[in-house]
């Protein structure tokens, strides 16, 4: 069978790429942004928390309605939608006069983001199957993680010589090829008019995360006795908590926890927890640190990364590749360990701050450990379910991914020891490499290879693992 792509389909993965790039991008192009938001907002770290988390609160919370709505509706439909309202909330937040404005508007690209990422995945999923899958999500996590990596050099560059504001304003660009690219697809949506939607339950999703969200960030502010802190603690955990219940009881759940008993996936998706909450406190806190802590201006922060970023491109599709016909357990298990190494080597960083013998050791160890893990682990989770729930699968995944990230933001000021100075950066990078840790070892022991596609038609035709 040829390992070839053919002309639609890296149409498709083009396609699935540019839509997913854009969502990626603007999570983490922020990061760099942040210092120079507060700056000509106000707010401090609260609004820099805020900045990063309104638009998880929504990506991760609606990314469920939104797989669900790919499912019954279309992919390139859904992908349209959320390609459109992400252009115009992206030129909200550029026009943003005050911090709550920004949150706002960032709420509302989380959630056009939502529809983008299950979409474009989706759209591969459904339509590769088979050991070039493999091949088709390494491309796609190659250009799609090279966003999350690369965001914070694109983010100094406009912030140093230009303004914040042209940080979310370049989304327009991506936007307009790929709806352009759109139109040359030969593929057209399979639609399924008669299924109906979790609506309450996104709703309940949405507001238990939200609420729960808003008490973690501002409790330092308030304190746990307060009852603006208990309360909405309490009552978004039991918002959740009903949600979830709802999911096992109504005919049409956003998250089918039935899919969790499929080792392949929930073992993944546990894994996705730790490591993707890692790597949202590591960018986080390399962005910030470096400009408020190291001294150096946005476009040099941003550039500690590219290593990462260059590492990324030139392995993840042979990564993919090869977990395709070996399995993705190894992958799973040393890509997460080596990028926790990655994050101790950060430790060596001190007052007398170097960035070639401090940092560039860091950003090679953790560009090989990224590299090896994202596209094996995706291409886990994605290929122990059948084409038909391929979208709800990659929203569950991308959400566990997002609440994930949501809820280390949030946590935040507890994690650094309330200030990002040198001891709270060192802090950082401990419980960043711990969470890779935990990550891999539960790849390991809960990971098997050889786990069949359910809806393949013939071993052929199915990915050799």
């Known amino acids: 069978m040829s390992l070839t792509l053919d002309a639609q389909q890296r149409l498709v993965v083009w396609i699935a790429a540019l839509a997913s790039f854009v969502a990626f991008l603007d999570g983490t192009v922020v990061n760099v942004a942040l210092p120079a938001i507060s700056r000509e907002l106000g707010g401090g770290l609260t609004t820099q928390q805020?900045?990063?988390?309104?638009?998880?609160?929504?990506?991760?919370?609606?990314?469920?309605?939104?797989?669900?709505?790919?499912?019954?509706?279309?992919?390139?439909?859904?992908?349209?939608?959320?390609?459109?309202?992400?252009?115009?909330?992206?030129?909200?937040?550029?026009?943003?006069?005050?911090?709550?404005?920004?949150?706002?508007?960032?709420?509302?690209?989380?959630?056009?983001?939502?529809?983008?990422?299950?979409?474009?995945?989706?759209?591969?999923?459904?339509?590769?199957?088979?050991?070039?899958?493999?091949?088709?999500?390494?491309?796609?996590?190659?250009?799609?993680?090279?966003?999350?990596?690369?965001?914070?050099?694109?983010?100094?560059?406009?912030?140093?010589?230009?303004s914040w504001r042209f940080v979310f304003l370049i989304n327009v660009i991506p936007i307009a090829i790929t709806l352009w690219l759109l139109t040359r697809l030969q593929a057209h949506d399979v639609r399924n008019p008669g299924t109906r939607i979790d609506w309450l339950g996104g709703a309940m999703c949405t507001f238990g995360l939200g609420a729960a969200v808003f008490a973690l960030i501002e409790q330092p502010n308030l304190g746990w006795a307060a009852p603006g802190i208990w309360i909405p603690l309490v009552a978004g955990i039991l918002l959740f908590g009903a949600f979830l219940v709802r999911q096992q009881t109504t005919s049409t759940p956003i998250l089918p926890l039935s899919l969790f008993k499929i080792r392949n996936f929930w073992t993944g998706n546990v894994a996705t927890f730790f490591v993707y909450g890692a790597l949202s406190l590591n960018g986080f806190v390399v962005a910030v640190y470096l400009q408020q802590g190291a001294g150096l201006p946005a476009t040099l922060a941003g550039l500690a990364s590219i290593p990462t970023t260059i590492l990324m491109i030139l392995l993840s599709s042979r990564m993919g590749a090869l977990a395709g016909k070996w399995g993705p357990r190894l992958f799973m298990t040393i890509g997460p360990i080596l990028m926790g190494i990655g994050a101790l080597l950060l430790l060596t960083v001190n007052e007398q701050f170097d960035y070639w013998t401090q940092v560039l050791p860091s950003m090679i160890v953790f560009g090989l450990g990224l590299a090896t893990t994202v596209s094996p682990l995706t291409a886990a989770i994605l290929g122990s379910v059948d084409s038909g729930r391929s979208g709800i699968a990659s929203a569950v995944n991308n959400a566990v991914a997002r609440v994930a990230g949501l809820l280390v933001i949030a946590m935040l000021a507890a994690i650094v020891g309330g200030s990002l100075d040198l001891a709270g950066f060192h802090r950082a990078a401990i419980v960043t490499a711990v969470m890779m840790a935990v990550g891999g070892l539960i790849s390991y022991a809960g990971i098997r290879n050889g786990t069949p596609q359910p809806d393949a038609p013939s071993s052929a035709e199915s990915t050799v693992k």
């Open 50 to 162: 805020w900045t990063v988390d309104a638009y998880l609160i929504t990506l991760s919370a609606l990314i469920l309605l939104a797989g669900s709505a790919s499912d019954a509706f279309g992919r390139i439909l859904v992908m349209r939608i959320g390609l459109i309202g992400f252009g115009i909330a992206s030129i909200a937040i550029a026009a943003a006069p005050d911090p709550l404005f920004l949150i706002i508007a960032r709420a509302a690209q989380g959630a056009a983001g939502a529809f983008l990422v299950p979409s474009s995945l989706a759209l591969i999923t459904s339509t590769i199957r088979g050991p070039l899958q493999g091949k088709a999500i390494g491309l796609w996590t190659a250009l799609t993680t090279s966003a999350m990596v690369a965001g914070p050099l694109i983010g100094g560059l406009f912030v140093d010589l230009l």
